[in-house]
């Protein structure tokens, strides 16, 4: 069956240090997303991609980046990780328009 | 994209229809309502959309008010393991797929 799958489900690293988190989708989307969801709230949007080489930036983009050299993966790097950036990160993938997202099972990220 | 309001928790009876509300007073001609759900640590899961026809699937049905001020979800036959938050959102199909995010409904289900 088609997925999207997250690595790694949690990471601990220190303040200054680069940080990539892997999404992976075998659906063959065009779209994908990172969101981070901090203790209870609902998600912000941090990047997203419409197709290979195409990357936005979305509500909360600052200190994050992405880059898109295929269909199938969009890895997220924090440049120098922040205690601020402590949060759940949900990747996200869908084909467009109407269609339903489907999301990952997160990577809980604790920046000390 | 408009915005919604929810209220913060509800609690429903086990085997009991939840009905959960959501106001999107500001809501525009061609944006839709979607419902999603997250289950405690999990990544949000679609339930149903809709634009103003009542929707219904597997999961659940959607009311829509005709104005298209409010709807509510429905959860026919609720289990303990629709205990969740459930998120309303409109968006507009055609943009992109930035969905804004509210902090939801806490529903409980109790046995």
């Known amino acids: 069956d088609a997925e999207i799958t997250q690595s790694p489900r949690h990471k601990i690293t220190e303040t200054g240090r680069q940080v990539t988190l892997a999404c992976h989708q075998t659906?063959?989307?065009?779209?994908m997303f990172w969101y981070r969801q901090d203790l209870g709230h609902g998600l912000r949007l941090i990047h997203y991609?419409?197709?290979?080489?195409?990357?936005n930036k979305g509500e909360v983009s600052d200190g994050y980046s992405v880059s898109r050299s295929n269909t199938e993966d969009l890895p997220l790097t924090l440049e120098s990780a922040a205690s601020s950036q402590t949060s759940v990160y949900f990747c996200?993938?869908?084909?467009?328009?109407?269609?339903?997202?489907?999301f990952g099972q997160g990577t809980r990220l604790t920046v000390v | 994209d408009a915005k919604t309001t929810q209220p913060p928790s509800m609690d429903c009876a086990e085997g009991r229809a939840a009905n959960l509300p959501c106001n999107h007073s500001?809501?525009?001609?061609?944006?839709?309502v979607y419902w999603y759900r997250q289950i405690h640590s999990q990544g949000p899961q679609y339930i149903i959309h809709?634009?103003?026809?009542?929707e219904t699937n597997e999961m659940a049905s959607l009311i829509i008010t005709e104005d298209r001020k409010s709807s509510t979800l429905i959860l026919p036959h609720a289990t303990l393991r629709d205990t969740a938050v459930y998120y309303c959102?409109?968006?507009?199909?055609?943009?992109?797929?930035?969905?804004?995010w509210g902090a939801g409904t806490k529903l409980i289900i109790k046995p």
């Open positions: 996200a993938s869908n084909q467009g328009g109407s269609t339903e997202a489907f």
């Open positions: 959102i409109v968006r507009v199909i055609v943009s992109n797929y930035q969905l804004i």
């Open positions: 659906w063959n989307h065009n779209n």
């Open positions: 991609s419409y197709g290979v080489q195409d990357t």
């Open positions: 809709g634009l103003k026809n009542n």
């Open positions: 500001t809501i525009s001609g061609n944006e839709y």
